[in-house]
């Protein structure tokens, strides 16, 4: 006998305890084996859902939209970027759509300082080095493994919302200068309270800065924002680093940059065409790469979950949701 309950298609596994609770409140159908939806699976699941929990790694495009049927009325997508959703879309076709946003700031943020600390010191590589075997180790040198001090250096941040705000912080307490860039200016007493100064032009700011973090979301507008003729204006001393989105750098043009020596190195947790990876990335010594690792705690996970259950079930008892993306945000 069909449920009268509301049927919650989730693609991908989450945390125990929030599929324990989606259980208890919807017809929850979940993905136990975690094996990613094929596009026919998510065409089947558009059509048959009452709401769909998505993540990233589903692409809920025009073409999958087109076949939802008429008792699809939420994605409560499992996630704060959307880049993943059509939105013009999904609003065209009456369908709600929130995110899980400021659940995982703070662990996004602690993995960008961390990439922050790992490229211009090393650690990734010093480390590889001796879980290799210690041949190559004779000891401690004074020429050896020498990186560069971040202490006093200026940090651009390229997209000054919560993450970017929350690097800042970070930044700031291990010496550096704050400097961003962003669409709208923040208020004056977040500008005075991170010591930050606020660049208007991107392209003034690049060519001034020693590292760049990059924290906006992943739109039509910033899609390659860091293109070649950009990253040709950073300086050759120059890091850059982003746990955001792939799309936002041109990952060819930063990889080849990389290996010409016009910049000094990388820490990337996101890539364009993720889980591809450019191999030149991959394989060079200046570059530390994460697997997308960026809010990948279990108490932030479970804290996204907790997130897509209130929205679904605010949405469900007649409520507006919380976390409402409008394709204007983006
Ligand atoms: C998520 C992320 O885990 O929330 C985001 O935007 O980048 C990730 O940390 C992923 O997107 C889940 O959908």
């Given at each position: 006998m069909a449920s009268d309950r509301p049927l919650v298609i989730v693609t991908r596994k989450l945390p125990d305890v929030v599929e324990t609770r989606l259980r208890e409140l919807f017809d929850a159908r979940l993905n136990l084996d975690d094996r990613p939806f094929s596009r026919d699976e998510l065409i089947e699941a558009v059509k048959t859902a009452n709401v769909l929990v998505p993540t990233v790694t589903d692409r809920i495009d025009r073409a999958v939209l087109s076949q939802a049927g008429p008792d699809l009325k939420l994605i409560a997508q499992f996630g704060t970027g959307v880049d993943n959703i059509d939105l013009d879309t999904a609003r065209n076709r009456s369908i709600l759509v929130t995110n899980t946003p400021g659940v995982l700031t703070e662990d996004t943020a602690d993995m960008t300082m961390a990439l922050i600390l790992a490229v211009p010191r090393r650690l990734t590589e010093g480390a590889a080095m001796l879980k290799a075997g210690?041949?190559?180790?004779h000891g401690w040198s004074p020429t050896w493994m020498l990186g560069h001090r971040i202490y006093g250096k200026r940090l651009g941040i390229v997209g000054m919302g919560r993450i970017g705000q929350a690097v800042a912080r970070r930044a700031k307490a291990f010496g550096l200068q704050i400097h961003y860039h962003n669409r709208r200016r923040v208020q004056p007493d977040i500008e005075k309270a991170l010591e930050a100064t606020y660049w208007d032009s991107l392209d003034q700011m690049l060519a001034r800065m020693d590292i760049i973090s990059v924290n906006c979301p992943h739109t039509p507008a910033t899609y390659h924002l860091l293109s070649a003729r950009r990253l040709a204006l950073l300086k050759p001393t120059a890091y850059v680093v982003n746990?955001?989105?792939?799309?936002?750098?041109?990952e060819n043009a930063l990889a080849r940059m990389i290996e010409n020596n016009e910049l000094a190195g990388a820490g990337l947790d996101v890539f364009e065409h993720e889980p591809a990876v450019n191999p030149k990335l991959l394989k060079s010594e200046k570059v530390v790469v994460l697997p997308h690792m960026g809010s990948a705690t279990l108490e932030g996970r479970v804290d996204m979950g907790e997130k897509v259950i209130i929205n679904i079930k605010t949405f469900l008892d007649g409520h507006a949701p919380p976390d409402r993306v409008h394709p204007a945000m983006f």
């Open positions: 210690t041949d190559e180790w746990t955001a989105r792939g799309e936002v750098i041109d």
